[in-house]
Each structure stands twice: as structure tokens, then as C-alpha cells.
């Protein structure tokens, strides 16, 4: 409903602001983000919980796992729209399900789903844009019907899903 209710043409502002669409967006690249990891190369010597790593050393780490840590997204298999929505939002059924302290809006280790910092994505705001403008117009123009919905992790992280679009 809050998609129908945009003017035409689209304003912005009111896609920035709309919660149940950025709510639904942000917990569907937390489920499944575009990059699964990336490498970083150590510029000086570290240690990390004991573990000693030397400058020049690659390391790997995992934004699929990180999205899926269980103390900032409870449930964390569960795909739920609340981690997102306002606290006072009428869809909140569940204020345990809160992402906690997660702004996904911000490139931030909580929620690297764009990378973070000097090596965030340069084009995440146009992503998060075109998504909101596809996802907004989709949603005018035809029922969407979603069937077999399963998450699926091999051979690839993503799901198996039916849909069936009907024009409006």
C-alpha cells in the first residue's frame, strides 16, 4: 500500500522515506548481499583475538556471515521486515527482532552489505535508488505473486522462487 500511494513522478524524498520499502530492501541484501566477501590486504602488523597477523597477509572476510550475526540480527535465517521498520510502526509485531544498532543507510562493519569505509561502494546510493524506483514501480503496475519460497545455500547462497506477475 505505501508504494500506491507515491506521487508521479517519483520524488526522492518520499523513496528515501518510505519505511516498509527500505525496510524490505535492507533485509532482503541482508539475506543475501550482492558480494558475498572480499580480501584486504594487512598494512601493518596485527593481532586479533590472540591471533598474530603479519603486515602483507590477505585476509578474507565474510559479509554473508557477518549479515547472519546472530547478537545484531535475531533470527538471523528469518527473513522479518521489523529489523528495520520505526519501533512505532504498525507492523511491528516483534520489537525483539530489532537490528540492533544497524543503520543500513550508513556503509558500517554492521551492516557491510556495500563494504565499508574507504572501501565502500562508490555506487551503493544509486543502487539503493534504482532499487527503490524498480521495486516502487513494479509494485504500481502489477500483482506480484511469490510461490515456493525457499532459501537455498548450495551450490549458491540465494532461493528458489516462483513468481507470477498479472498487470494491474
Request: aromatic content about 12%.
Amino acid at each position: 500500500k505505501e508504494v500506491q500511494s507515491f506521487q508521479d513522478p517519483l520524488s526522492f524524498d518520499e523513496l528515501k522515506n518510505a519505511p516498509v520499502l527500505n525496510a524490505f530492501l535492507a533485509e532482503s541484501w541482508r539475506m543475501d548481499p550482492p558480494v558475498a566477501g572480499a580480501f584486504r590486504k594487512l598494512k601493518k602488523d596485527t593481532e586479533y583475538k590472540g591471533y598474530k597477523l603479519s603486515k602483507g597477509m590477505v585476509i578474507r572476510y565474510s559479509i554473508l556471515a557477518a549479515s547472519q550475526n546472530d547478537d545484531l540480527y535475531p533470527s538471523p535465517l528469518t527473513f522479518e521486515i521489523q529489523r528495520y521498520l520505526p519501533k512505532d510502526h504498525p507492523l511491528v509485531v516483534d520489537s525483539s527482532l530489532e537490528a540492533q544498532g544497524v543503520d543500513y543507510n550508513n556503509l558500517k562493519a554492521n551492516y557491510p552489505i556495500f563494504g565499508g569505509g574507504a572501501h565502500g561502494c562508490l555506487g551503493s546510493h544509486f543502487a539503493k535508488l534504482e532499487m527503490r524506483v524498480l521495486l516502487t514501480r513494479l509494485l504500481q503496475n502489477f500483482k506480484l505473486e511469490v510461490r515456493n519460497s525457499e532459501k537455498v545455500h548450495f551450490p549458491v547462497n540465494g532461493w528458489k522462487n516462483e513468481f507470477r506477475l498479472t498487470k494491474k
